[in-house]
C-alpha cells in the first residue's frame, strides 16, 4: 500500500484554534437559542437535551443546570469512545450551552411565537447548531455516545438505541405536557433530524 496520496487527493485541513473557538461558540449560542425558543412554547425534543427539557418541567430546575448534570454520566464513554479532544470539546460546548441558556431570555422576550413556526424555527437552529459541533469535533453529549458504545460492545445499532430512548422521552411527554405539545414537539425534532441527516456528510466537509 503506498504511503502517499494520490496526485488529485489532498490531505484535510485541520482548524485552527480560532477556528474551533467559534465553530463551539457559534454551535453553543445557537443551540441555547433554540433551547430558549421550546421551552417558552412549552415543547420538548428528543435525546438528553429532551430529557432535561422534561426533567426541567417536572422539577422547576432550569433547563442549562439539569442539563449540565444529565451529561456528566456520559463523558467517561465520550472518553473511552472518541478520546481526549473530543471529550474536552464535548463538556465544553454543553457547558457553554448551559450557561448561555440560563442567561438568554433576559437579553430579548418573545411576545408572540406561532407554536408551528416556532417548532420549525427550532429544528433549524438545532440542526444548524450541531452541524457546526459536528465539524469542529464536539457534540452536546448524552445518548448518541452511550448509543455508539453500545453498538461496539453489543453489536446493537446506535441508530435502534437512539430511537428507543427518543420514544421513551416522548412517551413521558405525554404526562407532563398536552397532545397537541407533543406533536408540535415532534415537528420540531423531525426537522432537527432532517437537517443532519441531509447535510451531515463527511464526503462534503473534510476539515478536522
Do not use: C
Not at 429544528?123 to 459541533?133: E, F, Q, T, W
Amino acid at each position: 500500500m503506498s504511503d502517499t496520496l494520490p496526485q488529485d487527493e489532498t490531505p484535510p485541513r485541520k482548524h485552527t484554534l480560532l477556528a474551533d473557538a467559534h465553530g463551539l461558540m457559534f454551535g453553543s449560542t445557537m443551540a441555547a437559542a433554540a433551547m430558549v425558543l421550546l421551552t417558552h412554547m412549552g415543547l420538548v425534543t428528543g435525546q438528553t437535551a429532551g430529557l432535561a427539557v422534561l426533567l426541567s418541567y417536572m422539577t422547576g430546575f432550569s433547563f442549562g443546570e439539569v442539563f449540565f448534570v444529565v451529561n456528566l454520566p456520559f463523558y467517561w464513554l465520550a472518553f473511552r469512545r472518541m478520546g481526549v479532544r473530543f471529550t474536552v470539546k464535548t463538556f465544553i460546548a454543553v457547558g457553554l450551552l448551559s450557561v448561555i441558556s440560563q442567561f438568554m431570555p433576559n437579553l430579548f422576550e418573545i411576545q408572540h411565537l406561532n407554536t408551528a413556526f416556532g417548532a420549525i424555527l427550532f429544528g433549524l437552529m438545532s440542526g444548524a447548531a450541531l452541524l457546526a459541533l459536528f465539524r469542529h469535533g464536539a457534540s452536546l453529549g448524552g445518548v448518541g455516545i452511550l448509543a455508539v458504545y453500545l453498538q461496539d460492545k453489543t453489536g446493537f445499532r446506535a441508530g435502534y438505541t437512539q430511537l428507543l430512548f427518543d420514544v421513551g422521552v416522548f412517551a413521558l411527554a405525554l404526562f407532563v405536557i398536552d397532545l397537541p405539545a407533543v406533536l408540535y414537539s415532534l415537528l420540531g425534532a423531525f426537522i432537527v433530524n432532517t437537517t443532519i441527516a441531509i447535510n451531515h456528510r463527511k464526503d462534503w466537509y473534510v476539515a478536522t
